[in-house]
């Protein structure tokens, strides 16, 4: 399963006997060829797009130069959305872990004497990946709406005064990036968990380890190459995501988020130059994130 | 203690089900929903909006091109990625750390900055935006998800097979058409489906690059604003239903398969 991309741990498996052919280029010529013009040359577009700057004659235009000027401008206009998308895709990532790790849990433990309950599980998980992430996410815009369900709750209850909305407020941000990224939480740590020896669980109990203690030195070590690609699955996309923080969706101008500013600047003020400055300077962001990460956690070998 | 967190663990996983499936139930509910224009009060019960689709012009036609989308995009990533897939695992050749950083780079890029990166090249070559574009846009983001899945399935294989089929005079290409293929199969529909899955689900990326095109969910993006008509939940709750009838298909005799090898071993 792809979700395990970032496990890394099914490269031991792998046959020593690999034989040089000149079979191997036909195979990989193909597929090296389309990623590097469509996935290497974009990033150099990007490169040569974000050093432009604007055309002397031409309004609107730009032209190639070497204007590193628009990162340090880029960097001092949206600094506090940057800072605002890597603040909310953590707490997204943090709450996703904590509904995520035990469902996974359930189902690839206890619900293991019992195989039709652990499939039908499996499959409420996938369950949102099957109906159109945006309609998802406006069914909760729509269930915390003024008029809606929740509000009405709230504020005869008195936690929402009068004027108060949810949706529109970095919690209902955060709460939509959380639900729309459970599932890539979970699946991984199910797929480390689903083939865990529950005799190691025996064994910890056997040498008086309590229920807490077996769980914090035995199963959360030993699944934690499943956490370390759930979380990584979470932030990445939620870090760059525009949708929950959209203003049609469940965002308001107050929660707007990089992929926000990234998207107005390339497909509304066609600010070219900034949107490509912005790109990368967040995928430098996750790439160097993404490096120390799993430089710390050991899992070197990820694919 | 004990008994606590055991049952700790069913009503705390059976609470995270239901949060899960509340927008989900919700939009198929709404699918029904008797809306004149928009579809946010509950005006009561009808199957007008199931019966015709089509009436809200347009949305049948961003279905359509998702559909297209999805169809080309998933055969073009699956053949490439599959290819790699094989070479990655049966042949030794140079680059080959360069090569798995270059598969795996994609998957760790935001979808935000491969769009836009794709659109940048595309604005320089001047190549107009289209069908075209959104095809070529999804196929690379779905062909690393197709090369790590089918990997896995190469990787599983054991190379025995083969070698019966050598020693039995068969030809390379008989080998690999009745022995390996029919093998990997299992982990190619995989890869496929999953590629379709995400190639129509796809708006971030689809944004950047479709021009005047209009997907499923880039209508569903623009209708935003006004307001979603009913016949889009209908075309997001039939794929759904369609979907999980699929996968509980293939989940339960994949269970049932399981629970008669226990018994038999």
């Known amino acids: 399963m792809a979700f395990t991309a970032f496990a890394g741990q099914s490269q031991a498996a792998e046959p020593a006997a690999r034989r040089r052919s000149p079979v191997a280029l036909f195979l990989l010529l193909p597929g090296i060829f389309y990623l590097v013009l469509f996935f290497v040359t974009p990033l150099l577009s990007l490169v040569i797009t974000s050093l432009q700057e604007p055309d002397p004659v031409l309004f609107g235009q730009f032209q190639n130069a070497f204007n590193w000027q628009n990162y340090v401008t880029v960097i001092e206009t949206y600094w506090q959305q940057s800072l605002r998308s890597i603040g909310f895709a953590a707490l997204a990532t943090l709450f996703a872990l904590l509904i995520g790790y035990p469902l996974a849990y359930f189902i690839g433990i206890t619900l293991r004497p019992y195989p039709l309950l652990q499939a039908l599980g499996l499959v409420l998980v996938i369950a949102p990946f099957f109906i159109s992430f945006l309609l998802r996410t406006l069914a909760w815009k729509q269930i915390f709406a003024t008029e809606g369900p929740l509000a009405g709750l709230l504020s005869s209850v008195g936690i929402l005064g009068p004027g108060d909305a949810i949706s529109g407020t970095a919690f209902s941000v955060i709460f939509g990036l959380t639900y729309n990224f459970i599932p890539f939480m979970v699946l991984p740590i199910y797929a480390t968990l689903v083939s865990f020896d529950l005799r190691l669980i025996e064994a910890g109990n056997d040498l008086y380890g309590s229920s807490a203690t077996t769980f914090r030195t035995v199963t959360l070590p030993l699944s934690a190459a499943g956490v370390l690609s759930g979380t990584l699955l979470t932030f990445i996309p939620a870090t760059g995501d525009y949708i929950n923080a959209s203003r049609e969706f469940l965002g308001s101008a107050d929660t707007t988020m990089v992929g926000n500013v990234i998207e107005t600047n390339f497909l509304v003020l066609q600010n070219f130059p900034a949107a490509a400055a912005l790109s990368l300077l967040l995928m430098a962001f996750i790439l160097v994130l993404v490096g120390l990460y799993v430089k710390r956690s050991g899992t070197e070998d990820l694919l | ?265």
């Open chain 2, 1 to 265: 203690m004990k008994g606590f967190g055991k049952w700790a663990i069913w009503v705390y996983s059976g609470m995270a089900f239901i949060f899960l499936l509340i927008p989900i139930v919700y939009t198929i509910v709404f699918s029904f929903n008797d809306a004149r224009r928009t579809n946010i009060i509950w005006r009561g019960f009808t199957l007008d909006n199931w019966l015709n689709v089509c009436e809200a012009q347009t949305v049948c036609q961003a279905f359509g091109n998702s559909l297209l989308i999805g169809a080309v995009a998933t055969v073009l990533a699956t053949t490439l990625g599959t290819m790699i897939a094989i070479a990655l695992v049966r042949y030794r050749f140079r680059f080959r750390n360069t090569t798995t950083l270059l598969i795996f780079l994609p998957m760790a890029t935001p979808e935000v900055v491969l769009g836009a990166g794709l659109a940048a090249q595309f604005l320089q070559a001047g190549v107009p935006k289209g069908l075209g574009t959104i095809i070529l846009a999804h196929t690379l983001f779905c062909l690393s998800f197709v090369i790590v899945t089918v990997r896995a399935r190469v990787a599983g294989l054991d190379p025995a097979l083969e070698e019966a089929g050598r020693d039995l005079y068969g030809s390379p290409s008989q080998v690999f058409w009745r022995i390996t293929f029919p093998m990997l199969l299992p982990g190619i529909v995989a890869a496929a489906l999953l590629s379709f899955a995400l190639s129509f689900d796809d708006f971030i990326i689809t944004n950047f690059n479709r021009g005047a095109e209009v997907t499923f969910p880039s209508f569903v993006y623009t209708a935003a604003a006004r307001g979603i008509p009913p016949e889009a939940n209908v075309i997001a709750s039939g794929v759904f239903f369609l979907a999980i009838a699929l996968v509980l298909i293939a989940q339960f005799s994949a269970a049932a398969r399981r629970r008669r090898l226990a018994k038999a071993g």
